[in-house]
Each structure stands twice: as C-alpha cells, then as structure tokens.
C-alpha cells in the first residue's frame, strides 16, 4: 500500500476515532425519528419497544444499559465500542475428501469505536471506525492467509424535527437494515429523509458511494463505483402488533462500459453492470398471546424489472490487463416470495417451532434476451431471530445461497433453555426452480451438472448465550448434504463450525 494513501486512511479513523459515538445500531435515529438518548440503550428484548419505533424494529445491537459520557464544549459526548472475534472451521466446501480445502481461521478480530456528539437538542454528529485482522490457523493446502484493514464506518449528522415538524434528515454514510435484512443490511453513503407519526414510517434516501471504504482498496469498489441507489420505505402499523410494509430500490449504473477486445485493468474488473428496480411488500406481526402461546408469522414478495450487461474477460496480457472477451446484455424480470411463522408455546422453556418457504423464479432457457432468475439486492443479509436471542442465516448457515432460481424450505425447533439464552435445530431442503450449472453466491465450491434440481439438503445447530451484560455468545454448526444436481457428488457431505464472541462496552 503506497505510503500516501496509508497516511489519508490513518488520518480518517483518527477523526472518527476523536470525534465520534452513536445513536446505537440499537437505536438507530433514522428509523425511530427521536433524539438519541445519551444515558444508555436497553436492548429491545429487554423493554417494549414504543409504538413508533416497532413499526420498523430496531437494529440488533445490545450494548451495556450506561455507556462512558462525557462533557465536550459543554455539550454530551457518548462512546461505545465493541470487540468481536469470529472463529470459523471449514470441511470439504469442494464435497471432495480428496482436496485439501479444510480451512480453521480467524475470520474476524475486530475492533470498533463509535462517538456520538449532541450539537443540539435536534442535532447529533455520529462517527465511527473499525480495524480488523484476519488470519488462517490451519490450511489443509499449507496456504494460509492474513490480512488487516481499517474501515471508516457510519459517519453521520442527523437533524430531527425539522422546522418543527415530524420529519428528519441524516446525511452520511449510515445503517439500512429492514426487520428481516432480505432487502438491505448494509452501510450507504447516503442522504435520507423519514417522516414518523405513531402508527406510520415513511422514509426515503439517495444513495452513491462517494469514497473508498477500507486501507484495502485505494479506489471505490468497482463493482459499486458511479452506482446510483435510490431506496424507499412506507410502514405502517394498521393495529398492535401487525404492520404492512412497502420497499422499493432503484439502481442505475453510470460506470463505463467496455467494448469487445478493450483491456480493462485487473484491479477495476467488473462483470455486471446492471440498471434494476425492485418493488415489493411485506406484511408481518404477531397473533394469539393467550393459553396457545404467541404466533408471530411474516410474508414478503418481491419482483424485479430493468437491464444488465453481462462481460467475461480473457486472461491477462503482459501489462496485467485483461481484454473483454464477451459482452451481452439482457432484459431481467424476475419475482419472489418467503412466506413463515413462529409458535412459541407456554410450555417451561418456551419451545418455538418454525416453518418456512421461500422460492426465487429462474429461467429455463438462460440464453434468452430475458432472464426471468430473481436475484435480490446485492444489499441483503438474510439474517434474522426466531425468539432466539441471536440473529442467523435463515437459508442456511453453510450454503447460504442468494434466493435465486431457488426453492427452500425451512423447519427449526428452538427452546430458551436460560432466561437470555437458546439452543435451535433447523433443517434446510433446497430445490432449484430450473435445472442450472451455477448457484447465485453460494458458498459451496463444487458445480453443478445442471441436469438434475434436488440441490440438497443442509442441518444448523445454533446455540446463543447472552447471560451477562454486553457480551455475546454464538456457535453455529452446520451440515450439508448435495443432492443429484452434484451429479457424481450427490451424497457427499460438508461442514463447518463457527464461533462468535462479541463484547460490547
């Protein structure tokens, strides 16, 4: 990394880390539409949530009920952080017991400091950084990998109440994260007006990246560099406990778009320039809440309309460069639904049994002008909690696909087995909806035939304690089993474990 570009980065998390802790992910000031509150944050978990703020739940971050608060010009400054550290233990991902791809690492020690600054009763600064180290303990091929960065994270000025009214603006690069991260779970340079009242969320923000995120990288991610985003949100809360919701995401692709034969940069590859618009509707809540226990249930569909280009690249030249080997673009219509519910039971430990589905369209013949695959945003986390007290991958912990060309259905049984901890067995069938050779960002290495549709079958066991203030325990194990779509593989097994300790302060 030039010398240069290492002082700018340094000299970033230098301000952040001077000047900055935040409205809480706990509490995050664009979706409640309220002043933060300086003296500490319960977790949602803890308390009801008011009326306002349920209508899009806030994000999942517990953090000690008090947190250090200082007196800076005669105005509040808060700070928190978080230290979390992420082992994960990989087994025959390849479904080949021949290739040494067994991988034990550190995924993530990571280290994060936050500073919120009131400037006024209506006005807040929020800056927050992060440096991270990765690094392989074990490697069945001896090779082992490190790597370390420092992050700016969000950073951003919120005004409340303006001109006395209901509504907000915060600019900056902050937190989208809907309740169920199946449409964004991401931080965005963006400016985003939300208008709030009891039973009603209106929110609206335009969002380009307008500078590199990381030490890794000198320049914007390609991949997002001149990319457009424009994300909308209407919820409204039409009785307690139940809500109706409307997303919708635009993104236009201004980069360059190389021509057949044109060298293109190793470093600045980009294979999919897309122009696309998602639309879609949620409605979720909960029902029951006597003798029978709670029920709470969820629906979300989904469509997406627009253009993309599609570019392959030949092998590198001698200056590094890489000519554009294809170039085809394509029209993209494509749907998708996830439908579910959770029962709890009044029973002693409070069993909770889940059923879902969830299926993404695909196209039959993929080398039509249309493509009928849904894909989803390319912002979603596809994480959330089922009375449990820690968020998972809800497709899977290992295979972890993207909902697309995709059927999966889902049945989990958890329990509280201590009053702020879980245990919870879930079983994954994953079927694609057209026979295809690929699936869209899933994290097992092996192809497939695309002959065949059973895709396989996947068991998670996760286990969550969080007994003592600010810290967090997670271990998730997973097991997948490929089905006939792996041809010769079918049958073959993978696995891994991950686990996650998170202190908060």
Do not use: C
Not at 377 to 391: A, D, F, H, P
Request: net charge neutral; aromatic share 10%.
């Amino acid at each position: 990394m030039r010398p240069r570009i290492l002082g700018h980065h340094a000299m970033a998390l230098l301000l952040t880390l001077l000047a900055s802790r935040a409205l809480l992910h706990a509490q995050p000031l664009d979706v409640a539409g309220a002043p933060p509150q300086l003296d500490g944050v319960k977790s949602r978990t803890d308390a009801p949530a008011p009326r306002a703020a349920a209508l899009v739940p806030l994000p999942d971050d517990k953090h000690p009920e008090r947190l250090p608060l200082f007196t800076l010009l005669g105005r509040p400054l808060a700070i928190k952080g978080q230290l979390e550290s992420i082992f994960e233990y990989r087994k025959d991902f390849d479904l080949d017991k021949a290739a040494k791809d067994d991988l034990l690492h550190l995924e993530s020690q990571e280290l994060e400091l936050g500073f919120f600054y009131r400037l006024s009763a209506t006005v807040g600064l929020f800056l927050q950084g992060k440096a991270s180290y990765r690094a392989g303990i074990y490697a069945e091929s001896g090779d082992r990998q490190f790597s370390w960065q420092v992050e700016r994270d969000e950073t951003w000025l919120y005004m409340s109440n303006l001109f006395g009214s209901r509504v907000s603006l915060q600019i900056g690069r902050q937190k989208f994260q809907d309740e169920r991260e199946w449409w964004w779970d991401e931080n965005l340079d963006a400016v985003r007006v939300s208008y709030n009242q009891p039973a009603l969320h209106l929110a609206l923000a335009v969002a380009p990246e307008v500078a590199p995120v990381s030490t890794v990288a000198a320049r914007i991610d390609p991949e997002s560099e001149k990319v457009l985003r424009v994300l909308g949100h209407v919820a409204w809360g039409w009785a307690k406990e139940q809500r109706l919701q409307a997303l919708v995401l635009y993104q236009r692709d201004h980069s360059s778009r190389p021509v057949l034969g044109q060298p293109v940069s190793a470093a600045r590859l980009d294979p999919r320039d897309a122009d696309l618009a998602w639309f879609g509707m949620r409605t979720n809540g909960r029902l029951l809440r006597d003798l029978m226990g709670e029920l709470d249930y969820w629906l979300d569909s989904a469509g997406v309309v627009g253009t993309e280009t599609l570019f392959t690249f030949d092998d590198a030249a001698g200056d590094g460069r890489q000519p554009v080997a294809s170039r085809r673009t394509r029209q993209v219509r494509g749907w998708a639904v996830d439908v579910g519910a959770s029962w709890q039971t009044p029973l002693l430990w409070r069993p909770t049994l889940t059923v879902a589905y969830a299926m993404g369209s695909g196209e039959r013949q993929p080398e039509r002008r249309t493509d009928s695959t849904f894909r989803q945003t390319g912002l979603q986390g596809n994480e959330t909690r089922w009375r449990g007290v820690n968020k998972f991958s809800y497709y899977g912990a290992l295979l972890e696909p993207e909902l697309a060309n995709l059927h999966i259905w889902t049945a989990a049984l958890g329990m509280r087995f201590l009053p702020s901890s879980s245990v919870e067995l879930v079983y994954h069938h994953y079927r694609q909806v057209h026979a295809a050779p690929s699936l869209r960002n899933a994290r097992i290495e092996a192809e497939l035939t695309g002959l065949r549709r059973d895709v396989g079958q996947e068991w998670n066991l996760v286990i969550g304690v969080e007994e003592w203030p600010g810290i967090e325990l997670q271990l998730v194990g997973a097991l997948f089993r490929a089905g006939s779509a792996y041809g010769p593989r079918a049958g073959k097994t993978a696995s891994n474990v991950v686990l996650e300790v998170n202190v908060k302060f």
